[in-house]
């Protein structure tokens, strides 16, 4: 007797309800043609995660943001504060700074989000600063992914531009005086400067117009512009596929990491709650920006010790160091003291970021796409001269606390600002000369591990007597990433002639570039060659048939020591593993 029913015909054909929300929806918005994107592949690293943090911390800014706007008065009118913080009772303010104290003491909850506020913006612009690092460090700004790294590097200067507006508009006494410096800044820069103060600040500083404007400016303007770039931003990356370090099956041509659904995506949403959570977690325990502590804005009072958000430090140190210069030119004064370090200066910074793929480009006429990154040892010279900047940076962020560095010290705030005016030429040179050879110390000793093995920490003693520490033979996937290193090769000098006696137009920009070329890529460290590797396998293995049970050759024989053999163990003939692997048309995944 079976113990099974034959169910209803009408009951048999009824498509279930998800399905008929899912024909609903595909009939309007398409959703069954994103089965690619949903299948789209991600790789993995730990430097990843910047770009990650920059992104959730916008969001938070973006939350917090709409909820001090239903509450904060953008308005220079002059009130008498009678709020409950007893010490600003009976105090002429403006509605601005009144609002934020309403906000921080009488609204429910005011106080952590406007800390929240505050502490993601901060971790945005520190986020976004490595995030940019970490382009610049690996290469990954190459073709074809230049108008990806222009659009970061234009955040990250629209990042800094938003944080100090937003700085800005408490109208607290502290804020008030970096306003001060910023209309100074912006009279400094010749012919356009008086145009550029009456647009920025309505009138004279302070006038009535500085804040409303720079509150529209900072709710409006710059957050619609970089929530544009971001979207581009992130539609180049899932366009152009995401780069990776080498490593075992992974090539110029495809990728491999997890799928965006559902692996990626539960990451990624545990990492923002992470990331929420530790910013909140400093918002309630953490202060910052006591606006009360400070009072309202007057411009004949300065708060002591009066320092910007750490992002604007360096511009306040260069202020600082460089030499009182001026002149007059037709009756007019070029205040060189100000113009400089804070207007040419950052210019010449940004500039520099902008261009250094293209400049790199030309100087090794590499033309080619790439999608695998760089170690920072692998480009000496490039880690050497980021760091250089990183250090110039440090020493002006350093110097823009002066002050406090003489008083907590007791030193000489002229010899503070002396050494920061030595520093700034010296401390940056050796610290490019100290990167430099440190990058090539670690490529002398990957060099060191392929030939004679890791050290493994195990004393023995041979035969005769002597105690040497046994070495062990690097795990494959190791030996695959450190072999396969393309050393780029600086350009050859050009010939002044050619064979017919015909001078050479082009030497000149020619000897430029092999200059460069030299400079950039000159003086790394062989690889080993495929016979040194054969020997050194050899010894490792215990003989040329790896006695220890080890192939003495690992893809490094007759086919290329570069580890690119079908018979490297890392799976099929084409390099790749059996992970999740992304072409670019159509993109694929393996199991």
């Known amino acids: 007797m079976s113990i099974t029913e034959d169910a209803p015909q009408r009951e048999r054909s009824k498509t279930p309800q998800g399905e008929r929300i899912a024909d609903w929806a595909d009939g309007r918005l398409g959703i069954y043609q994103w089965r690619t994107l949903m299948r789209k592949v991600f790789p993995e690293h730990w430097s990843f995660m910047f770009g990650e943090i920059a992104l959730y911390s916008f969001i938070i800014l973006i939350l917090t943001g709409l909820y001090l706007t239903m509450f904060f008065n953008p308005s220079m009118g002059e009130t008498v504060y009678e709020g409950p913080h007893v010490p600003l009772q009976g105090v002429q303010m403006s509605e601005a700074y009144a609002s934020t104290l309403r906000i921080s003491f009488e609204v429910r909850g005011g106080l952590f989000i406007r800390q929240l506020h505050h502490w993601a913006a901060l971790t ?82 302070p006038s009535t117009d500085v804040i409303p404007r720079f509150y529209s400016f900072h709710i409006l303007l710059l957050p619609g512009i970089m929530l544009a770039l971001v979207t581009v931003h992130l539609i180049l990356v899932v366009y152009q596929k995401h ?26 949403g545990g990492f923002f709650f992470l990331v929420s959570g530790v910013l909140s977690l400093m918002a309630g325990i953490a202060q910052i ?118 008083e907590r010290f007791h030193l000489s705030m002229n010899s503070i600002t002396w050494g920061v005016r030595v520093g700034v030429f010296v401390i940056p040179a050796l610290t490019y000369l100290i990167t430099k050879r440190i990058c090539l110390g670690l490529q002398l000793r990957d060099r060191d591990k392929l030939l004679h093995g890791r ?59 092999h200059r460069l070329s030299r400079w950039l890529s000159g003086g790394q460290i062989a690889a080993p060659t495929e016979q040194e590797m054969r020997q050194a396998l050899e010894h490792l293995d215990h003989g040329p048939a790896g006695v220890n049970g080890h192939t003495p050759l690992n893809g490094h024989g007759p086919a290329g020591v570069n580890g690119h053999t079908p018979v490297n163990g890392h799976g099929s003939a084409n390099g790749r593993q059996p992970d999740a692997v992304e072409g670019r048309e159509p993109d694929q995944q393996r199991h």
């Not at 970021?353 to 000496?380: S, V």
């Not at 003693?461 to 090769?489: A, C, D, K, N």
Request: glycine share 10%.
């Open 124 to 205: 945005m612009i520190a986020a976004t600063m490595a995030h940019t690092l970490r382009h610049f460090l690996t290469g990954s700004f190459r073709k074809p992914r230049e108008l990806n790294w222009l659009i970061g590097v234009v955040l990250l200067v629209l990042v800094t531009l938003e944080g100090f507006l937003g700085y800005s508009l408490p109208d607290d006494l502290l804020s008030g005086t970096g306003l001060r410096i910023a209309e100074g800044v912006t009279l400094a820069i010749p012919l356009v400067g008086t145009y550029l103060t009456m647009f920025l600040f309505g009138g004279e500083f």
């Open 243 to 268: 780069t990776q370090f080498r490593g075992p099956g992974r090539t110029q041509q495809n990728v491999v990491g997890q799928p965006l659904m559902p692996h990626y995506a539960a990451k990624a």
């Open 289 to 406: 920006n006591a606006v009360w502590v400070y009072g309202p804005y007057r411009p004949d009072q300065i708060s002591q010790g009066s320092q910007p958000d750490w992002y604007m430090g360096f511009l306040e140190g260069a202020l600082r160091a460089f030499p009182a210069w001026e002149f007059a030119v037709a009756g007019y004064t070029v205040n060189m003291g100000v113009l400089v370090p804070a207007v040419v200066l950052p210019t010449l910074l940004i500039g520099i970021a902008c261009l250094w793929p293209f400049i790199e480009a030309w100087i090794t006429g590499d033309k080619r796409e790439h999608h695998l990154l760089d170690r920072p040892r692998e480009q000496p010279t490039r880690t050497a001269f980021v760091c250089s900047l990183a250090a110039f940076y440090l020493v002006l962020f350093f110097g823009g606390a002066n002050d406090i560095l003489a």
């Open 455 to 513: 050290e493994t920490g195990r004393i023995k003693r041979l035969p005769h007597g002597e105690f040497i520490e046994v070495h062990e033979r690097l795990e494959r996937g190791q030996e695959y990433m450190l072999l396969s290193r393309e050393i780029h090769q600086p350009l050859p000098a050009p010939l002044r002639e050619d064979r017919d006696g015909v001078p050479n137009p082009n030497s000149r920009t020619e000897m430029v570039r």
